[in-house]
């Protein structure tokens, strides 16, 4: 088959869909690769690298497009690239299973589309989890950029002209990125508390060296909610939410940091780091806010931006995995190499097996017909 990569074009967007290694593998599968020039570049891979490992290099996107059968991505193609698709091609990426407008778009022109953020997290589809891959990136990205922000040592140091307390560090939300934002903190020498609905995270947080942060639950009903389905949590009823804001707010007003990182699938962020909390704390502490893209959870935030209340510096940046964009783009392409295992039988011939769970949660439209299982 001909595979294109073209560059990414959203802004900000620094990571590719192949690497020098995947491409490798894809042509020593028999496949045809053509490259944008300078698709890599943002994630320091040249041209160059492509071709040594014999993708061919095109100079414009819609070359590769019009060329291919089908096209790697990492975030959906624009609705005004989408002209440069025919129906038939094959689109693989992240392209956001709850974009309504993005997948009608997809359908109406024709594309067999794979929406990867969409696998189940199953020890199957974990070596193709690019939610994982990406917030793995992102938790440890939140802990540099908030170490940068943030004035102070992050460890306890004893030196000849005094010592230095070490920070304290608050994560809100333990999941991928949660935990690798604690292992991360902990590197650095900060004391760290977390929280999290689910109370499965209890215990990994433990494991990790922090202190766990109870909301108790006082139903049956709030515990019932709190165990999420598929690993992803609920929301969580408005008594519970209460609760929890009075905790978070009696721990961050002595925290330093903040990562906040709680997120529902197919909705709006939870709100858990109100504005009088932010308020009430520290001046000079920093909130790192990556559920800045699903509205926040916290209401000052901003996207892209560093907000500053009474000297708390709230950080709203988006795509945080984009920031590390080589090790992002190279976790993230072979994620896809691992998924298009499943689309090609031992010949090369691609295929859709509807009865590959995982094929068909990703499969988001084919044939003129939407497929999406989960929104
Ligand atoms: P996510 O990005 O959807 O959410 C981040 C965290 O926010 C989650 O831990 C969630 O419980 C938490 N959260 C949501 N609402 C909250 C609230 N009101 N208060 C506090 N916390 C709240 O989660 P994720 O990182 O994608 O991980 C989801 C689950 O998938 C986890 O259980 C993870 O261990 C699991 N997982 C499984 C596999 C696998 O088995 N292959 C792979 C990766 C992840």
Known sequence: MKIGIPAETRSGE??????????????????????????????????QAYSDVGATIVDRAMDVISNCDMILKVRAPAENELSAYRAGQVVVGMLNPFDNASLEAMNKAGLTAFALEAAPRTTRAQSMDV?????????????MIAANVYQRFMPMLMTAAGTV?????????????????????????????????RPATKEQVESLGAKFVDVPFESD?????????????????????????????????????????ALIPGRKAPTLLHEDTVRAMKP?????????????????????????????????????????????SALYARNVIDFLKLVFDGEGTFKIDMEDDIVAACLMCTGGELKRKNA
């Open 284 to 328: 000079g502490s920093v909130v790192i806010d990556l559920a800045v893209e699903q509205g926040g959870n916290c209401p000052l935030s901003k996207l892209n931006e560093i907000v500053d209340v009474n000297g708390v510096k709230i950080v709203g940046y988006a795509n945080l995995a984009a920031m590390v964009a080589a090790d992002a």
């Open 14 to 47: 620094t990571r590719v869909a192949a690497t020098p290694e995947t491409v490798k593998k894809l042509i020593s599968q028999k496949h045809e690769v053509f490259v944008q020039a300078g698709a890599g570049i943002a994630s320091s891979i040249t041209d």
């Open 221 to 261: 009903e709030e515990r019932e909610i709190a165990q999420g389905v598929g690993g992803y949590a609920r929301p969580m009823p408005e008594s519970w939410m209460k609760r929890q804001a009075a905790a978070v707010h009696e721990k961050a007003i002595k925290s330093d940091i903040v990562i906040t990182t």
């Open 131 to 143: 939610l994982s891959s990406q917030a793995n990136i992102a938790g440890y990205k939140a802990v």
């Open 165 to 197: 307390k070490a920070a304290r560090v608050l994560i809100l939300g333990v999941g991928v990125a949660g935990l690798q934002a604690i292992a991360t903190a902990k590197r650095l020498g900060a004391v760290i508390e977390a929280s999290d609905v």
